[in-house]
C-alpha cells in the first residue's frame, strides 16, 4: 500500500499545502511518494525528496505539463497509476484551486468515488470530512480499489520541509491531451503573505461601509502586524475588497495562529472558513454577533475607534 501526493509547485518551490497533505499520507500507514509534474521542475523536485517522511519522489517533467493544465496533470497520475509496477492505492491532491480542478479527473477516469476535503485519517478507508458548512463531520468509509483523495490543509499539520532524503525517480511526460491549451496568466502581487499560508490574518466585514474605509482600516492594522488581509463575503460581494481575499465556505478556508475579525457578524458561510484558527479575536459592536461564538478574544467596540486605537498602540 502506497500512497501518491501530487505536489503543489511553481516549478522551482514546493507550495506550503503539499506539505500538509503529506502528514495526511502518511496518516495512511504506508509509503508516502510525491509527484512533482512540471517542466525544468529540477528544483521543486529536489525540495520534494527534502521533505520529511517521504519515501520517493516521481519527477515528470515535459513542455506539456509547465501550465499544470489538468487534462495533463490527470493524465500523467493515470499514467503512473497503470503502470503495472506500481501499487498506489491513494491518490491524494491538496483541496486547492489545483487540486480540486485535477482530481475528480482521476476519479472519473479510475472510475471511483472521490473523497473531499478530509480532516482526519481514522483509518486507511475510513475519513473524516466536514459538511453543512463545517457543522457536522461526517465519517466515509470507502471500498474501493483506488481512494482519490482531497486533504483539507488546515486540518493537518505541516510536514517538516527538511530532513527527508528520498530518492528522486525520472519519468517520461504524459502527451499532450489535446483538450486544453494555456493561453496567458494573469498574476496578482502581493507583498504580503499568502492568505492561505498567513500566520496572522486580519479580515473585514460589511460594517467598514466603503472600499476606501477598507483600506483605511485595514491595511495600518495588517502593516503593523505583518498580516495577510482577509474579508468576508458580504465585503467583497459589496466591492469593498478583491474576490480572492474573501475567507469562507464559499472563499479561502484558514486556520493562521491569530486571526482579526473586524466588523464580520459571523455567518455560518464564514466561520466555515476560519473557525480552526488558532486565535480568534473579534472586534464587533453588536454584542450578539456570532462571531462572538467562536472567538477567544472578543471586543465590544465601533471598529473605527477601536481599531486605529490598536494600530497606535502596536
Do not use: W
Not at 511518494?33 to 515528470?60: D, E, M, P, Y
Not at 493515470?78 to 509496477?85: E, G, K, Q
Not at 492505492?89 to 473523497?115: E, S, Y
Not at 488558532?278 to 471598529?303: C, H, T, Y
Amino acid at each position: 500500500m502506497t500512497s501518491l501526493v501530487i505536489a503543489e509547485h511553481d516549478n522551482a518551490s514546493i507550495k506550503p499545502a503539499t506539505l500538509n497533505t503529506v502528514t495526511a499520507a502518511a496518516a495512511m500507514g504506508a509509503d508516502v511518494h510525491v509527484l512533482v509534474a512540471g517542466h525544468n521542475a529540477g528544483a521543486a523536485a529536489a525540495a520534494a525528496a527534502q521533505i520529511a517522511g517521504v519515501s520517493k519522489v516521481i519527477h515528470a517533467d515535459g513542455a506539456t505539463l509547465e501550465a499544470g493544465l489538468a487534462e495533463n496533470v490527470a493524465a500523467q497520475v493515470l499514467a503512473l497509476i497503470s503502470n503495472s509496477a506500481s501499487n498506489y492505492t491513494h491518490i491524494m491532491f491538496p483541496a486547492t484551486a489545483n487540486g480540486k480542478n485535477v482530481a475528480p479527473r482521476v476519479a472519473a477516469k479510475l472510475d471511483v468515488g472521490q473523497i473531499s476535503d478530509i480532516t482526519k485519517v481514522d483509518s486507511p478507508d475510513t475519513f473524516e470530512r466536514p459538511i453543512y458548512a463545517g457543522n457536522a463531520i461526517a465519517t466515509v468509509q470507502s471500498s474501493d480499489a483506488f481512494k482519490v483523495i482531497t486533504v483539507r490543509t488546515t486540518g493537518f499539520d505541516a510536514a517538516s520541509a527538511a530532513g527527508g532524503s528520498a530518492a528522486v525517480e525520472r519519468v517520461a511526460a504524459a502527451t499532450d491531451s489535446g483538450k486544453s491549451s494555456f493561453v496567458g496568466r494573469e498574476v496578482t502581487k502581493n507583498d504580503r503573505p499568502e492568505l492561505t499560508a498567513a500566520k496572522i490574518i486580519v479580515s473585514g466585514g460589511r460594517a467598514l461601509g466603503s472600499s476606501e474605509k477598507f483600506d483605511e482600516v485595514m491595511i495600518p492594522l495588517a502593516d503593523k502586524l505583518g498580516a495577510a488581509i482577509g474579508a468576508s463575503r458580504a465585503a467583497v460581494d459589496a466591492g469593498y475588497a478583491a474576490n480572492d481575499l474573501q475567507v469562507g465556505q464559499t472563499g479561502k478556508i484558514v486556520a493562521p495562529q491569530l486571526y482579526v475579525a473586524c466588523g464580520i457578524s459571523g455567518a455560518i458561510q464564514h466561520l466555515a472558513g476560519m473557525k480552526d484558527s488558532k486565535v480568534i479575536v473579534a472586534i464587533n459592536k453588536d454584542p450578539e454577533a456570532p462571531i462572538f461564538s467562536v472567538a477567544d478574544f472578543g471586543l465590544e467596540a465601533d471598529l473605527f475607534v477601536a481599531v486605529p486605537e490598536l494600530v497606535a498602540a502596536l
